[in-house]
């Protein structure tokens, strides 16, 4: 089954973590044996040849840099224009994938259906170009608010205002507070060119803010259940209700401490946790309930998201085994509209509104 993945952070694992993603995720993982300056060394779950397999044929795929204030124990940037230099370099990253035939970035209703029919044309796809729809997964690196046409210029089509933390223009996962000025001109100028905003990882109040102060397209792109899981990095069902009613698609996200309560982070193990891909359904379902429909739902891994198979459900090996999804939602008597719709058919139906 063809399949839409709406965040993957391949920019930063080949700019950051140096992995050369044009190789076997196996030759990925040899290389890295022995080191241990990243938790998932060795353990990587994600490269093209896997995409393939997986026939995982377009992706949301980020640019990312952190702006950190000197009180801001978090890694990143220590100003804006080093954070911009950091996205453009991720940017040059995916020119050259294209440029080698690896990639092609996806801007606009016409280049989306052109590549669904390379994809489903029925030759093989091991050759086939991934295609990438670029975001930025927090906005700090946009200097001022004239720098979201030039982003815009290079292809950026959707942007989450805020990572971990405070942000320049939101407040993010385990920060509080609200976006203020700066961050409403942010979302007046995303509107303008029509730029998505991705809810994720908006802290509580900046998430409310958004909502009120953004009239665009909206979608999460990796987010789980608070219900589930209680930690301000997933949504209650409150956002979720706000989310649905916006025409929003919510993406499952599989790093293993999303999925289940009590994860501990370098202690717990996937398997003895219980965090496999079927606990990931609990949380597509929860949102389906919610709902009433399997309409808002779709796949957002963050595979390749500073985790590797230590923090991932145990039953996927390379992101290729997100093929074992459908199954599980046919188990739960999804039908088989539902379970195209989960895997790729919400995201196309969203992206063909958002860019007709």
Not at 205 to 219: K, P
Not at 225 to 237: E, G, I, M, T, Y
Request: charged share 20%.
């Amino acid at each position: 089954m063809f399949i839409i993945d709406a965040h993957l952070d391949l920019s930063m694992n080949a700019m950051e973590w140096n992995r050369n993603l044009r190789l076997p995720v196996e030759d990925i993982r040899k290389r890295e044996v022995g080191m241990t300056d990243k938790p998932d060394r060795a353990k990587g779950v994600v490269s093209f040849p896997e995409l393939r397999k997986g026939n995982i044929g377009l992706v949301v795929a980020t640019q990312i840099a952190r702006f950190v204030a000197p009180d801001n124990p978090l890694p990143g940037w220590f100003s804006p224009e080093q954070a911009w230099a950091q996205t453009q370099g991720q940017l040059a990253w995916y020119k050259a994938m294209e440029d080698a035939g690896e990639m092609v970035q996806i801007t606009n209703l016409a280049a989306l259906e052109k590549h669904l029919a390379l994809w489903n044309d029925g030759t093989p796809n091991t050759s086939k170009p991934i295609g990438y729809i670029l975001s930025l997964e927090g906005a700090d690196s946009i200097v001022d608010v004239s720098y979201l046409q030039r982003a815009y210029d290079n292809g950026l089509r959707a942007v989450g205002p805020a990572h971990y933390g405070p942000g320049r223009y939101a407040q993010g996962t385990d920060a509080t507070g609200f976006m203020g000025p700066k961050g409403h001109a942010l979302l007046k100028e995303m509107e303008r060119l029509n730029i998505i905003l991705d809810a994720t990882h908006l802290c509580d109040d900046s998430f409310w803010e958004a909502m009120e102060h953004f009239h665009g397209h909206v979608w999460a792109s990796h987010n789980n259940v608070r219900a589930l899981v209680n930690h301000n990095r997933q949504f209650s069902d409150e956002q979720l209700k706000e989310l649905i009613s916006r025409g929003a698609v919510i993406g499952g996200a599989m790093d293993a401490w999303m999925m289940v309560p009590g994860w501990v982070r370098g202690v717990s193990q996937p398997k003895e946790m219980g965090a496999s891909l079927d606990v990931l359904v609990d949380h597509m379902d929860h949102i389906c309930q919610l709902a009433g429909n399997a309409l808002h739902v779709g796949i957002g891994s963050d595979l390749d998201g500073a985790f590797g198979k230590e923090q991932s459900p145990y039953d996927l090996e390379t992101i290729a085994d997100l093929q074992k999804i459908p199954a599980l939602f046919a188990q739960r008597g999804y039908s088989a509209a539902d379970i195209d719709n989960i895997m790729h058919g919400n995201w196309l139906r969203f992206l063909r509104k958002a860019w007709s």
